[in-house]
């Protein structure tokens, strides 16, 4: 069995910088709140037409594969996550590995949402143990502004999110402790309503508490319609406080899960790396843990909830910043929508 390590890693932003107070030109809202509710200052939407999720992960991918001392046509398998896809169907995967002129390797989309890019790197952990390949491309990118409500009907949940992007590259390490250490994935379907959008979708509501009346649906007519879009069901739904109190409860579980099968304990981790949903919920889990404020790294402030690009964004941002060095302990870890959470552990 081989160990993997990440051999380089990128992200990428947009440029348009939308500060709390810019939202009050859309919505009613302050900066005040935002900033009390959530730790955010600021976040950054794409170019509505021309920068997409793939073309944003594109841009981290070149930084990470450069880093890594290799190029596209060396990468043998990619792995895309995001939950803002540039179609319906076919994944961003191939549409990266078109842009970037790959060979004809595998290319494979993951739907985990705001875990998305910690499931990812353990998929992408378990082809490089087994050797099945050597040079693998793991992206989490989106771009939310794309689908969110930017009425004040949608405020609760639009403030939050922002897009961007970023990208690791795993190869084999025979540095004896070195590299990904172990990884675990969780999910609870119970609540998958609590934090999801439901079109377009084929159950046409089915699953909803309440499911919707539709008139006369026609056959092939009901992933979206013109209703749905007055109505805000076209839009993203959460229920912010079911997902808070899950959320501090499974971050700080999936954490010990991780340290306690490697005989390690909290105070052992140089890094934590959280996945950027909301300061306080990352404050919460570093109080549960014990740990001192440079042993956690949060960056929403700047950049809102990425949902599967929060991690790489974030594990690359400390990196470039020096806060996390060789031989250091760095753990990732990751809840969201599904419910569905996961860890990784990582001896840089
Ligand atoms: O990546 C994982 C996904 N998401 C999360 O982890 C999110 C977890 N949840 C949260 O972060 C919090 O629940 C939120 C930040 C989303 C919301 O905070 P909250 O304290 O749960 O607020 P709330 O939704 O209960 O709303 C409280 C009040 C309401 O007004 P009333 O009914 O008390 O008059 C809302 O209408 O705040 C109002 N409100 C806002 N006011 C100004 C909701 N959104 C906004 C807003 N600006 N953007």
């Excluded at 932003?13 to 302050?30: A, C, G, I, Q």
């Excluded at 403030?159 to 609870?188: M, N, R, W, Y």
């Excluded at 042993?295 to 470039?320: D, M």
Aim: net charge negative; proline share 3%; charged share 20%.
């Amino acid at each position: 069995m081989f160990q993997s390590k990440i051999a380089g890693l990128g992200y990428y932003v947009p440029k348009n910088v939308y500060t709390n107070n810019d939202l009050t030109r859309f919505m009613e809202t302050s900066d005040e709140w935002i900033q009390e509710r959530t730790g955010i200052k600021e976040r950054r939407y794409a170019d509505r037409i021309g920068e997409t999720t793939t073309s944003m992960g594109v841009e981290a991918a070149k930084i990470a594969i450069e880093r890594a001392n290799t190029t596209a046509e060396e990468i043998d398998f990619v792995i895309f996550a995001t939950l803002s896809p540039d179609y319906y169907f076919p994944g961003c995967g191939v549409l990266l590995q078109r842009e970037m002129g790959m060979k004809e390797v595998g290319a494979l989309d993951v739907r985990n949402q705001c875990s998305g890019f910690v499931y990812a790197l353990s998929i992408a952990d378990q082809f490089i143990k087994t050797g099945m390949y050597k040079n693998i491309l793991v992206v989490g990118s989106e771009k939310h502004s794309f689908a969110l409500d930017f009425s004040t009907r949608g405020r609760a949940v639009s403030v939050i999110f922002g897009d961007g992007a970023g990208a690791v590259v795993l190869q084999p390490t025979t540095e004896d402790g070195k590299g990904i250490l172990s990884t675990h994935l969780h999910s609870d379907g119970a609540d998958a309503e609590k934090l999801a959008m439901y079109y377009p979708g084929a159950s046409a509501g089915y699953y909803l508490e309440e499911m919707p009346e539709w008139p006369d649906v026609e056959l092939g007519q009901m992933l979206m319609t013109k209703e749905m879009l007055e109505d805000g069901s076209a839009f993203p739904y959460m229920d912010g406080q079911a997902v808070f109190k899950k959320a501090v409860v499974k971050f700080p579980e999936v954490i010990g899960e991780a340290l306690a099968k490697n005989n390690l304990k909290s105070t052992d981790i140089n890094m934590l790396i959280p996945h950027q949903a909301n300061l306080r919920i990352s404050q919460f889990v570093q109080k549960t843990l014990g740990l001192n404020d440079d042993q956690v790294f949060n960056n929403i402030q700047k950049y809102g909830n990425t949902t599967a690009a929060s991690v790489p964004i974030a594990l690359c941002e400390a990196w470039e910043e020096g806060k996390i060095k060789d031989g250091d302990l760095v753990c990732l870890a990751a809840f969201g929508a599904g419910f569905t959470w996961g860890s990784a552990l990582i001896r840089w």
